[in-house]
């Protein structure tokens, strides 16, 4: 019987070892595959981008619409307040608004009407803290009957540039 020490044992499987991953057909990955992974990628970032645009867009367009909804109610408030002069809050959107300030000088019900159609109308249209676009705000009023009662309706109108124009409506009874 022939014994071989352990290192002759090792070296021997180390050279079996050696000649099994040399002999190997695998060695990494290819170029295809790389490939394949990057154009899996750029589509995923395209949609990440379309994703993030929509995104923006929804957030400019809800901004407008709070605003709109704000200055709505806002005037109802002002209709509201001033009760007696209800007929003077009709406001057309080619109608012009001037007017008394009130916050110095006494007005009468009329007066007060008129100051809040011109301080709406300027929130409205402001470039900076009013609607977007060629802005407008009008009010109609409708009459109470026998069997309806009064109510305004307060609409505004602005455009966007990738929604295109937007309104909205308000129907308040007095």
């Known amino acids: 019987m022939i014994h071989e020490s352990p290192i002759t044992i090792t070296t021997h499987m180390r050279q079996q070892?050696?000649?099994?991953?040399?002999?190997?057909?695998?060695?990494?990955?290819?170029?295809?595959?790389?490939?394949?992974?990057?154009?899996?990628?750029?589509?995923?970032?395209l949609g990440i981008a379309g994703l993030y645009a929509t995104t923006l867009q929804a957030k400019t367009t809800s901004l407008s619409r709070m605003k709109a909804v704000n200055l709505a109610y806002d005037m109802a408030d002002r209709i509201r307040?001033?009760?007696?002069?209800?007929?003077?809050?009709?406001?057309?959107?080619?109608?012009?608004?001037?007017?008394?300030?009130?916050?110095?000088?006494?007005?009468?019900a009329a007066q007060m009407a008129a100051s809040d159609?011109?301080?709406?109308?300027?929130?409205?249209?402001?470039?900076?803290?009013?609607?977007?676009?060629?802005?407008?705000?009008?009010?109609?009023?409708?009459?109470?009957?026998?069997?309806?009662?009064?109510?305004?309706?307060?609409?505004?109108n602005w455009s966007e540039p990738n929604s295109g124009a937007l309104s909205y409506v308000l129907q308040v009874r007095i």
């Not at 159609?117 to 009957?145: E, K």
């Open 17 to 45: 070892f050696m000649c099994k991953t040399t002999n190997s057909k695998q060695s990494g990955t290819s170029m295809v595959e790389v490939l394949v992974a990057l154009v899996v990628m750029s589509i995923g970032m």
């Open 81 to 108: 307040a001033n009760p007696t002069a209800a007929a003077d809050y009709v406001l057309t959107a080619s109608d012009t608004t001037t007017a008394t300030n009130c916050a110095t000088v006494n007005c009468t």
């Open 117 to 156: 159609l011109d301080q709406w109308d300027n929130l409205v249209t402001d470039p900076i803290t009013g609607l977007p676009g060629s802005a407008s705000g009008s009010i109609a009023r409708t009459q109470a009957t026998a069997n309806t009662p009064e109510f305004f309706t307060i609409t505004l």
